[in-house]
């Protein structure tokens, strides 16, 4: 079994979660979500201190701290309400589209039809919360669905 395959069978795992647990999975999402904007934050923080710059008013650690915030107030303030959840799973949409393009571009080093699935899933997770108006239970069935159908494109790519 190759690393097409592995990956399919990990986004029909992903895609049947999500079609049938939407509510569950778009509340898993969102967490996910903010604590990767937190880490991402932190880190930021991290590596400016490591390098000796202990300059509180450096650009990354005020971005570290902004992205910080950001995610504490979406994690506190805002996820039960559908406009900044939508928000967020455009934001989402973004950073798959992001990554789909850099593995095409050869900066990431997966094979070019996963990246075109993970461009495309990109593509899906940015529209659908348009198309839905914002629904979340819905944009999460509609990706779960994508994700299995790529799942096994990916699972019978030979």
Known sequence: ??????????FIAIGLILMILPGF???LILVIID???????ANLIYREF????RDLMSKRILAG??????????????????????????LMGIIFMILGS????????????VCTIILILG???????FITGFDLNASTFIVGMTTAVE????????
Do not use: C, W
């Open 151 to 158: 799942g096994i494109l990916l699972f019978l790519h030979k």
């Open 123 to 129: 593509i899906v997770i940015f529209i659908v919360p």
């Open 65 to 90: 701290i902004i992205l910080i915030l950001i995610a504490l107030i979406f994690y506190f303030g805002f996820k039960h309400t559908s406009l900044f959840a939508g928000v967020q799973f455009i």
């Open 35 to 41: 604590l990767l904007v937190m880490v991402l934050g």
């Open 1 to 10: 079994m190759d690393r097409e395959q592995l990956f399919g069978i990990a």
């Open 25 to 27: 999975s778009s509340y």
């Open 50 to 53: 490591k390098k000796g710059n």
């Open 102 to 113: 850099l593995g095409l571009k050869k900066y990431i080093h997966l094979s070019k039809l």
